[in-house]
């Protein structure tokens, strides 16, 4: 039975947790948005918008409150996590992916790391303002023209392991202090081509080693072109064994990946939601209200951004329920939903404000850049057919969306239950 005790707690909670997201629709508001037209331009990283959090004391957001953060993450305050990242993306999408990357890594310390790792990394992201970022890109196919395949090498030793190679979609490079590395012991190939758990490493590296190099000339997007998101280059950059984060193979043994989809789907409703303001201004300007073909479309538009959140808020109740299960098979079909909604209220939007939407400086034309590019971060036909697999009751791999391997959790390959 729920006391009166446990209802007020969570009263405070909830109204603790809307006033940090209302702090982080203040600032995207008053300063983030302003900023936002120049990152893109530029090319370069949100660094004053980065600034702006640590002295807002959000940049801690899912660091444990034991070590000075906020304590957000899967066990408690994930909406509002969630939430905080779509106010940040309608702002700028830029910058809500690098938050996304920062915030992830909190979530892999918290979850993965030793209580020597979280007092030492911890301390620098809440009294020093340290970015962090995770990077597994490894793209193994060659495109047309290209020379070479990116990827790593690694080499362990008695004292840690030397890393040889590059990375590529290097969010936050040359502006994260940390990056937290998924590399493989047998080969090339990041996390995504793995095909042995126990090769899979998390290894933190400190971006200021002389031996880590950045590629920008590789960099040179339609869009989300804020995050930075650099060519890399490792030459025998060695990783000590005590940055080593969580044992090998335990991200898809855990099926980590899983709790971090749905995050990408926060930015995708943060960018539709400010497409979808903004039409409305366009529309009460154009004095349009009247049409009924423009009521279809703000209907619709509404829908869907209705129907996102409440998606949101379910993944992360089960989570913060504890239906692993359950909540890995809701994050995948969050992550292909949100997509499809937010691709459709953006082009709702443009059809609405027409080609004056895409001149600048509309923000619908950065909008409609960024989440185009953005949202083929996870191949939506493989998610799909995730989602397909389960239904039919074949096994699955619910972190990366390829056909199942031998690396995945048994948990993860069984059909989620039902309510």
Known sequence: MKTATHEAMKTATHEADGKLVGHAAGLAYGRFAARAARYDREASFPAEDFADLFRAGLLGAAVPRSHGGHGLGPDAGLFTLWMITKELAKADMSLARCWEGHINSQMLLSGLGDDRQKDRWFHGIVECGEVWAAWS?????????????????????????????????????????????????????????????????????????????????????????????????????????????????????????????????????????????????????????????????????????????????????????????????????????????????????????????????????RIFRDLSFYVLHDNSDQVLATIGREVLGQPHDSSFFNAPSHHVADEANRPAARD
């Not at 081509?193 to 971006?207: I, K």
């Open 137 to 365: 890109g490894e793209p193994q196919a060659r495109n047309p023209g290209q020379s070479a395949r990116f990827g790593t090498v690694v080499r362990r030793t008695g004292e840690g392991y030397f890393i040889d190679g590059t990375k590529v979609f290097a969010t936050s490079a040359r502006s994260a202090r940390w990056a937290i590395l998924l590399v493989n012991l047998h080969g090339p190939g990041g996390a995504r081509h793995s095909q042995a758990a126990d090769g899979l490493l998390l290894l933190a590296c400190d971006l200021t080693d002389p031996s880590v190099q950045f590629d920008e000339s590789w960099w040179d997007p339609i869009g989300m072109r804020g995050t930075v998101s650099h060519l890399v280059r490792f030459n025998h950059t060695f990783i000590p064994e005590e940055n080593r984060i969580g044992e090998p193979g335990q991200y898809l043994l855990e099926g980590w990946q899983s709790r971090f989809s749905p995050h990408y789907g926060a930015t995708f409703l943060g960018g539709a939601e400010r497409a979808y303001e903004y039409a409305l201004d366009y529309i009460r300007a154009q004095n349009k209200a009247g049409d009924p073909y423009v009521q279809h479309r703000v209907a619709t538009m509404s829908l869907n951004l209705e129907s996102a959140q409440l998606w949101l808020r379910r993944v992360a109740e089960l989570w913060e329920e504890g239906r692993g299960a359950e909540a890995r098979s809701a994050g995948n079909r969050a992550r292909y939903l949100l997509e499809a909604w937010a691709t459709d209220t953006v082009q709702h939007a443009l059809h609405v404000c027409g080609a004056r939407g895409l001149i600048r400086p509309s923000p619908l034309e």
